[in-house]
């Protein structure tokens, strides 16, 4: 039985090289990449599928990175978003946490240092889905004491 987690990542950048570079190293890596020249086609491939990473370029043609983040947390929060960009700012970096990125890295990167950043997001979304999931299943457990505490009063008083 093969145990391998599929992983979906959806990288949009308007640079061919960088689209088929990262196809290239994520797919060796066992993901499912899904790649978009723009924040256009990056939002439409983000409406189909869900995705375990988002890697958005800062500077495209069009619609801008941070317009793309913007629009695609609009449309599911929960995803990690790491921001990638050649011309880093202090603006560019706040702006881009401030929309909801996990992450900011700098081109030209290294890729084992992406991939570092990638696992650690994804892991960190797994960590807030697992703690919401607790928090749930404590609430629920928690209301069906009070229930059972306010039917045990009540038949308590019944018998007195």
Same mark, same amino acid.
């Given at each position: 039985m093969n145990d391998t987690v599929v992983r979906r990542i959806l990288v949009i950048d308007d640079e061919i090289f960088i689209r088929d570079l990262? %196809? $290239?190293?994520?797919? =060796?890596?066992?993901? +499912? +990449? +899904? #790649?978009?020249? $723009?924040?256009?086609?990056?939002?439409? &491939?983000y409406r189909q599928s869900t995705f375990d990473v988002v890697l958005i370029d800062l =500077?495209? !043609?069009?619609k801008s990175g /941070?317009? #793309?983040? %913007?629009?695609l947390h609009q449309i599911q929060?929960? #995803? !990690?978003? /790491?921001?990638? #960009?050649?011309? !880093?700012t202090i603006d560019s970096s706040i702006a881009a *946490? %401030? *929309?909801?990125?996990? $992450?900011?890295? /700098? =081109?030209p990167f290294k890729l084992q240092e992406l991939k570092e950043v990638v696992d650690r997001v994804i892991k960190e979304c797994a960590l807030h889905t697992e703690i919401d999931s607790l928090r749930e299943k404590v609430h629920t /457990? &928690?209301?069906?004491? %009070?229930q059972y505490r306010s039917s045990a009063t009540g038949r308590t008083k019944e018998t007195a």
């Open positions: 990262l %196809r $290239d190293f994520f797919s =060796k890596l066992n993901f +499912v +990449v +899904v #790649t978009a020249a $723009d924040g256009n086609a990056g939002i439409a &491939e =500077k495209m !043609p069009g /941070i317009e #793309t983040l %913007r629009e929060a929960s #995803t !990690p978003m /790491i921001v990638m #960009t050649g011309y !880093p *946490l %401030r *929309l909801g990125a996990s $992450d900011y890295i /700098i =081109k /457990i &928690e209301e069906e004491l %009070r």
